[in-house]
């Protein structure tokens, strides 16, 4: 066992890579009255180009695979299913898949030993047929023709269709009826067996436990299975411009109050600085320009153009990152006019900056109030950084306003695309 200790907030997480490959990571929280597991592997919606296990050409396989493999690896051949047998310990289980990986997961406060094994087990004992891929394929066009009848959703998958020309963040995690339609089993087999060996993916439980009797339990679980030795996955890689696919698109769908989304695609080529520092400075920028404290706010909203404050959502898109404004309102031409006005002339002071740093800093401490929060914080920075972040704390504290003003005065906000949903 090693122990990750997290600097400043005198925290610390225990990690163990098996022999197998699997990584296991624990946070042990003493006065926790429950526990929090996720089992996740390396495999989104993003990867749908790669060299399968065992071969040697790229192959292309339809949108939506990783998401169609949760449903799937979800569902068992006999015995009870995932869902009756956590509620078996009053324990609640669940699975999601996001652009870049699918996490299976539970939570409870009994039988946590039991449960991990169970979540191991399942996960790692995959069932397809072709009959069981077929009857899957009507449950999610179903979901699929929610969330095309859905204005939000609708919204957040225009803003990156017509941000993006190769980059694969432009495509559904859900995939088409179209995509939906090409998934075999066979493809499913060939996804699993490349993506779902143990060394692509990890553990991570967060609660109240015995440490080492629990990675003694994983430890045995997993030697009694055989896997092939881990490989390095390869994936297709693309080129993608700067410029934008699309810079305006008025969209017709019944929504009550129409639906704008300001879009600002920034390129992550030949920055100066570590990514999550750049990052944390994007979110302060633009936060400090958009949000309920900012001056845009109080002018919008006395010149009754919104009503509510603009929500501001980043996605790390690997090339590039991808900056949204996101609001609901009937005078969306003058909230596009204030945006970009506000745009020309970004200003930030120290102040503004040392107020952001503090709210960050507060929630990077209270979040180790919550196992869940944790979890995800592992998750997260496995996932997009590949390690976890040991000083948290002290990098927001070392964000300075001459590093920031760096990062104002190198940046590019011409490559823009706007989303309009109206009726």
Do not use: W
């Amino acid at each position: 066992m090693k122990k990750i200790k997290l600097n400043t907030i005198g925290e610390e997480i225990t990690y163990e890579k098996l022999e197998n490959g699997l990584e296991v990571f624990l946070y042990n929280k003493s006065d926790s009255t429950n526990n929090y597991v996720t089992f996740t592997t390396k495999f989104g919606s993003i990867y749908n180009e790669f060299v399968p296990l065992e071969e040697f050409k790229m192959k292309k396989v339809p949108h939506g695979v990783a998401h169609f493999l949760e449903h799937k690896v979800f569902v068992q051949k006999e015995g009870l299913q995932p869902e009756e047998f956590f509620s078996k310990s009053g324990a609640l289980c669940n699975a999601y898949t996001t652009f870049k990986n699918t996490t299976y997961l539970f939570s409870g406060p009994n039988n946590l030993k039991e449960n991990i094994l169970y979540l191991l087990d399942y996960v790692q004992e995959p069932y397809f047929t072709e009959e069981n891929v077929e009857s899957e394929k009507g449950i999610i066009t179903q979901e699929i023709h929610m969330c095309d009848d859905n204005p939000t959703d609708v919204l957040y998958e225009y803003i990156r269709k017509n941000s993006f020309y190769n980059n694969p963040f432009k495509d559904s995690i859900i995939g088409t009826t179209n995509d939906i339609n090409k998934i075999t089993k066979d493809i499913l087999y060939e996804c699993y067996n490349t993506f779902y060996h143990p060394g692509n993916m990890f553990l991570v439980i967060t609660g109240n436990f015995d440490e080492e009797d629990l990675l003694e339990a994983i430890k045995k679980n997993q030697s009694e299975k055989n896997f092939h030795s881990p490989q390095k996955i390869k994936i297709k890689e693309y080129q993608e411009p700067n410029k934008v696919v699309k810079q305006k698109e008025i969209i017709k769908m019944d929504t009550p109050v129409p639906k704008l989304a300001y879009n600002i695609k920034i390129s992550l080529k030949d920055i100066e600085i570590d990514i999550r520092r750049y990052n944390l400075y994007l979110f302060i920028l633009f936060s400090s320009l958009f949000d309920d404290t900012s001056d845009f706010d109080r002018e919008a909203k006395d010149e009754n153009i919104i009503t509510n404050s603009l929500y501001l959502n980043l996605l790390n898109c690997d090339s590039h990152a991808l900056i949204s404004l996101i609001n609901e309102t009937p005078s969306y031409e003058s909230v596009i006019t204030k945006i970009e006005n506000t745009l020309k002339n970004i200003k930030i002071t120290e102040d503004d900056l040392n107020r952001k740093k503090k709210v960050l800093i507060s929630n990077e401490l209270f979040s180790f109030e919550n196992i869940e929060v944790i979890n995800d914080m592992i998750v997260d920075n496995i996932i997009f950084d590949g390690k976890i972040e040991k000083d948290m704390i002290g990098l927001l504290k070392s964000l300075n306003i001459q590093e920031m003003n760096k990062v104002i005065s190198n940046l590019s906000l011409k490559n823009y695309s706007i989303v309009i949903l109206k009726k």
